[in-house]
């Protein structure tokens, strides 16, 4: 009897030692580790991501290199670029359209946005700047060879409208010229104006199309249409023009979109932009 209860108690014993320990709690670390490995997630080989970037005319050409590398550098995202004035992008995410950033070339436009909400007050952030100058067709028909010939009677200028951020920034242009060409000089300017268009790519199109005889656009344009003649604007007549970027509050693809405004805000982004003739924020 007493080695029957001996086996009894053996058993029991060896029992409990295959039985599972309890799970330990989860410390401060294992919840930090567990949060960092899922703030962005990752996209597999079936599963597509699509980010919506609104940006300025302006950036056409920047914008939709760094995209390109952007996707190679990300398999499964594509970018599908909006650009047109910001002014005219701005009115569009007001009244609802889907954005994941907001890259405008002035701050008025995205400071209308915080104001409403729709994107954070602490996330713009400035990633570069521009400056304007004077382009002219190819086979300058007016023979202009200086700032003071866009004042000639019978020029055909085109500008952008005033509501456009560059169609402002060339009004202010215009204003500081006075002092050194003319009280009148940029009265007179005005006065040839035979076109206000929506964004600056339009006034680049139609100087390449020969429809006027001079525009005034950004530096980053002109790179882009290098067979057009220029007229640089010295920097104390000219305007520094600083664009920024951020992501909008309401985006399904916030991480992503954070991800998008770094790699621009990266050494391989700057160098991109700047290819394109822009200059880094200052």
């Given at each position: 009897?007493?080695?029957?209860?001996?086996?009894?108690?053996?058993?029991?014993?060896?029992?409990?030692?295959?039985?599972?320990?309890?799970?330990?709690?989860?410390?401060?670390?294992?919840?930090?580790?567990?949060?960092?490995?899922?703030?962005?997630?990752?996209?597999?080989?079936?599963?597509?991501?699509?980010?919506?970037?609104?940006?300025?005319?302006?950036?056409?050409?920047?914008?939709?290199?760094?995209?390109?590398?952007?996707?190679?550098?990300?398999?499964?995202?594509?970018?599908?670029?909006?650009?047109?004035?910001?002014?005219?992008?701005?009115?569009?995410?007001?009244?609802?359209?889907?954005?994941?950033?907001?890259?405008?070339?002035?701050?008025?436009?995205?400071?209308?946005?915080?104001?409403?909400?729709?994107?954070?007050?602490?996330?713009?952030?400035?990633?570069?700047?521009?400056?304007?100058?004077?382009?002219?067709?190819?086979?300058?028909?007016?023979?202009?060879?200086?700032?003071?010939?866009?004042?000639?009677?019978?020029?055909?200028?085109?500008?952008?409208?005033?509501?456009?951020?560059?169609?402002?920034?060339?009004?202010?242009?215009?204003?500081?010229?006075?002092?050194?060409?003319?009280?009148?000089?940029?009265?007179?300017?005005?006065?040839?104006?035979?076109?206000?268009?929506?964004?600056?790519?339009?006034?680049?199109?139609?100087?390449?199309?020969?429809?006027?005889?001079?525009?005034?656009?950004?530096?980053?344009?002109?790179?882009?249409?290098?067979?057009?003649?220029?007229?640089?604007?010295?920097?104390?007549?000219?305007?520094?023009?600083?664009?920024?970027?951020?992501?909008?509050?309401e985006s399904n693809q916030i991480e992503l979109a954070q991800a998008f405004i770094a790699y621009v805000l990266s050494k391989d982004g700057q160098a991109t932009l700047q290819k394109w003739g822009f200059a880094p924020p200052q």
């Amino acid at each position: 009897m007493k080695r029957f209860s001996a086996l009894i108690s053996l058993l029991a014993f060896f029992l409990a030692g295959c039985n599972p320990a309890p799970p330990a709690p989860a410390t401060v670390s294992d919840t930090e580790t567990t949060a960092t490995a899922s703030a962005v997630p990752s996209t597999s080989a079936s599963e597509t991501r699509t980010l919506t970037v609104f940006a300025a005319a302006s950036l056409t050409n920047a914008f939709t290199e760094i995209g390109e590398r952007f996707q190679i550098d990300n398999p499964g995202v594509f970018i599908t670029f909006s650009f047109a004035g910001s002014q005219a992008l701005r009115t569009q995410i007001e009244e609802g359209a889907p954005a994941d950033v907001f890259a405008p070339a002035n701050n008025t436009e995205m400071n209308a946005l915080v104001d409403t909400n729709l994107i954070a007050r602490d996330m713009p952030q400035m990633f570069l700047t521009n400056k304007l100058v004077v382009v002219l067709p190819a086979d300058n028909p007016a023979s202009i060879t200086s700032l003071e010939g866009l004042a000639n009677a019978g020029i055909k200028i085109i500008l952008a409208a005033e509501e456009v951020p560059v169609g402002k920034y060339t009004r202010e242009v215009l204003k500081k010229m006075n002092s050194q060409f003319g009280s009148d000089f940029g009265q007179k300017v005005i006065a040839n104006v035979v076109s206000n268009e929506d964004n600056v790519r339009q006034v680049l199109t139609k100087i390449q199309l020969g429809e006027a005889d001079a525009g005034i656009v950004y530096t980053s344009d002109a790179v882009a249409a290098p067979e057009l003649q220029t007229l640089d604007i010295p920097l104390e007549l000219n305007i520094v023009a600083t664009y920024p970027i951020a992501p909008l509050a309401e985006s399904n693809q916030i991480e992503l979109a954070q991800a998008f405004i770094a790699y621009v805000l990266s050494k391989d982004g700057q160098a991109t932009l700047q290819k394109w003739g822009f200059a880094p924020p200052q």
